[in-house]
């Protein structure tokens, strides 16, 4: 008995010694909670990429993250489980230049709608609605911007973002009252498309009955929404732009700049406030990089990641086991992307679009495979038709169902928009010229999809012409077209010394009536009688029209036939794409009037080879008859910069020319979206004949010639700077802005 109470006791002894050495030993540590702050700066944001992929170096596993503008673009993709190796190849692959451009890529445009990019206007266009004269609301439309958000956040639709792989937060801007708002749940696309809606330049974006804009003009360091809520300590990553030096503010541009640069550094400098000593604030250097530099993007991540250098044994600290970063790592899954069972059209949203248009283009088709990606193409196919602002969706799942709901919005400047443009040409030997364009387009005028289009061009030379576009029915290729022009051009006369003596106005006045077959984006055929009168007068010079085998006047009636294809992405600067102009005129002289066979053709192809194009043409015009004391000639004309250059605008005239030309051109520079696409450097070689040259028996031979120059593709239109020669001719410095070549 009494070594079983001995026995007790010890046991008894025992116990209380452990209890009282485990009051005694330490609590096993908790990691501190990390969160990860990634401020705005536009193209600067992409140095997040590279900071983000020096935490998963060091093993810092992220409690939340919250990002304005793009810290909210990169943030909330590495939230939702994408891989940084996948956000950073999406970003490479991606066509910055076309995607900010704010244009649905040329190649899906319906040729009706991109006919007459090769005149020279002014990349902004207009609209009258409602007797108002209308501007965009944005200088870049953000359909594909959201599209591309859209793919690479899965369309990931939660009640809340805590529910994400990593808890994440995004801010915009209310534009109504200036108030931060702070996304937390719903569509993830909408809540970063939102964020980095830059006021004038992008979109802005209506939820929930708000107007929202970029969220650096709130919170460009959302610091609050995260310190004390999910974090102990934070990682801060700011990317904003240092504001300029008084020295440095010399333009407009430089004033606008600063203006919107103070009030950003100013939120950003409150939300700092709110920091501590054992928080991080990261600031890459991203000298020689500006907001809009998307092209940039891998240099930009790159600066991001040495960026952690300085505080890299500080983050050390943050650090857990090889084990325990695995295990927190593999909860980074990006969501699979939904199947779409149906797509449906939220209302109409047209106010002069046929709502049909919508229904018979997207309908319940949901592609072959039912994917998103075959449900986004369908929604650029018909934004590239020009109608629409934006055609956003939504995906609902309804009785374990996935539907596609679209939301169009209508163009706000529809549907009568008016454009303006301008060509300048100037050389050194004194051949200068100005000309002012303007055009009107007016859509919908009927269930059809009929449109009246009208242009007008003053100066050297003169235009005036109308055309009624008629689909047979919504939806069909084949179309009536009736259009007529009242046109003047000049016709220079030069002698052997290469010295204007003499100069015809030739005026024209014409109808058409075609019946056509609209290839989509890819061209169009059309044809059927036309009636031409010409009246040639006396411009400058003793030179008779009677001289050059004109009359006073004459009439030409027949038929004619004509086939385009345009696949040019870039119709001023192309870097691929084919384009072919070929036409044919047959008049009927028992119709009416004279006898001419008149045909022309025009040939391109593009290459580019990494920053270097290769543009190859031939063109061949000319009538078929040949020469004939007894007829009615009207002239085909070479000469002038990259037709022939060497030779002044038109010097060099016959019954048939021919032309073959080799453009090479580098892009040497970008320019932002708001100015432009690029600088260039290149030069030419050109090859031309003229036959039965001043409509006589001679003809000039083959002509070797070539230019080199310096260009830009800018809002105003392609700008040039070069000198030619050509056997002949004489070396002609020239200038000129707006150029068809």
């Known amino acids: 008995m009494i070594r079983y109470f001995r026995c007790a006791l010890f046991a008894l002894l025992s116990l209380s010694s452990s209890w009282v050495l485990a009051e005694n030993m330490p609590a096993p540590a908790v990691p501190p909670r990390i969160g990860v702050v990634l401020g705005g700066g536009g193209a600067r944001g992409f140095a997040h990429l590279g900071v983000l992929r020096e935490l998963e170096k060091l093993h810092i596993p992220i409690s939340c993250i919250a990002g304005t503008s793009a810290g909210a673009l990169i943030g909330g993709m590495y939230a939702n489980g994408l891989s940084l190796d996948e956000m950073q190849q999406s970003f490479k692959e991606a066509d910055w230049s076309a995607m900010l451009s704010g244009k649905p890529s040329r190649a899906q445009v319906p040729y009706e709608r991109k006919s007459d990019d090769y005149r020279n206007y002014f990349d902004l266009t207009f609209g009258v609605r409602d007797g108002a004269f209308r501007v965009p609301r944005s200088a870049i439309n953000s359909q594909d911007v959201d599209l591309y958000i859209r793919a690479l956040t899965r369309d990931r639709v939660v009640d809340s973002f805590d529910r994400l792989p990593i808890p994440f937060r995004a801010v915009a801007t209310d534009l109504s009252n200036g108030d931060a708002v702070v996304f937390d749940r719903g569509a993830l696309a909408i809540a970063l498309r939102a964020s980095m809606a830059v006021p004038g330049v992008f979109d802005p974006v209506s939820d929930q009955g708000r107007l929202l804009v970029d969220g650096g003009l709130a ?184 539907i596609m709901q679209v939301m169009p919005v209508e163009r706000s400047i529809g549907p009568n928009q008016l454009r303006f443009g301008l060509n300048l040409k100037n050389s050194t030997v004194g051949d200068a010229s100005v000309t002012f364009l303007g055009s009107s387009l007016s859509t919908w005028l009927n269930a059809s999809g009929a449109t009246w289009r009208n242009d007008l061009q003053l100066g050297s030379d003169t235009l005036l012409r109308s055309e009624l576009y008629q689909p047979l029915a919504l939806g069909s290729p084949v179309f009536l077209a009736a259009q007529g022009h009242y046109k003047e051009e000049p016709w220079p006369f030069y002698d052997a010394n290469h010295l204007k003596y003499a100069e015809l106005t030739l005026a024209e006045t014409g109808g058409e009536l075609d019946v056509g077959v609209a290839l989509g984006q890819y061209g169009q055929l059309r044809g059927g009688p036309y009636w031409l009168q010409y009246q040639p007068r006396v411009s400058m010079g003793a030179l008779q029209p009677s001289q050059v085998g004109l009359d006073q006047k004459a009439t030409e ?73 007894n007829r009615f000639a009207m002239p085909q004309f070479l000469g002038g910069f990259l037709n022939m250059s060497g030779y002044q605008q038109d010097e060099l005239y016959g019954d048939r020319i021919s032309l073959g030309r080799l453009m090479v051109y580098w892009r040497a520079a970008t320019l932002p979206s708001a100015f432009g696409s690029g600088i260039y450097a290149g030069a030419s070689l050109e090859l031309g004949k003229v036959w039965n040259r001043n409509f006589g028996d001679e003809n000039t031979g083959w002509l070797p010639g070539g230019s080199v120059f310096l260009g830009a593709d800018t809002l105003l239109g392609p700008f040039f700077i070069g000198v030619g020669t050509a056997r002949g001719g004489r070396p002609i410095g020239y200038m000129y802005l707006g150029l068809d070549y």
């Open 557 to 629: 009636a027949g038929l004619h036939l004509s086939a385009v294809a345009d696949q040019f992405d870039n119709p001023r600067w192309p870097r691929s794409g084919y384009f072919f102009d070929g036409s044919l005129r047959y008049s009927m002289p028992a119709w009416h009037g004279i006898d001419t066979r008149y045909y022309g053709l025009t040939a391109e192809d593009v290459m580019t080879l990494g920053d270097v194009t290769w543009r190859l043409t031939g063109k061949l015009k000319g009538n078929l008859i040949g020469a004939n004391p």
């Open 219 to 402: 919170r460009n360091l959302p610091i609050e929404d995260l310190k004390h809520r999910c974090a102990d300590h934070l990682i801060v990553v700011d990317v904003g732009t240092p504001l300029l030096k008084t020295d440095q503010i010399h333009t407009l541009f430089d004033v606008l700049a600063q203006t919107s640069n103070l009030m950003v550094t100013r939120n950003a400098s409150q939300q700092k406030t709110l920091l501590d000593d054992q928080d991080v604030v990261i600031r890459p250097d991203l000298t020689g990089f500006s907001s809009a530099a998307f092209v940039n993007n891998q240099a930009i991540i790159a600066r991001g990641v040495s960026a952690v250098d300085p505080v890299r044994e500080r983050l050390k600290a943050w650090a857990v086991s090889p084990q325990a970063y695995a295990a927190w790592h593999a909860r980074l899954v990006p969501p699979p992307s939904p199947k779409i069972d149906h797509i449906r059209v939220e209302g109409s949203g047209a106010s002069f679009i046929n709502p049909e248009q919508l229904t018979k283009t997207l309908g319940n088709d949901t592609g072959s495979d039912g994917s998103l990606d075959s449900a986004r193409q369908q929604l650029r196919t018909l934004f590239a038709g020009g109608d629409f602002d934006s055609l956003t969706y939504r995906v609902e799942d309804v009785d374990g169902r996935h």
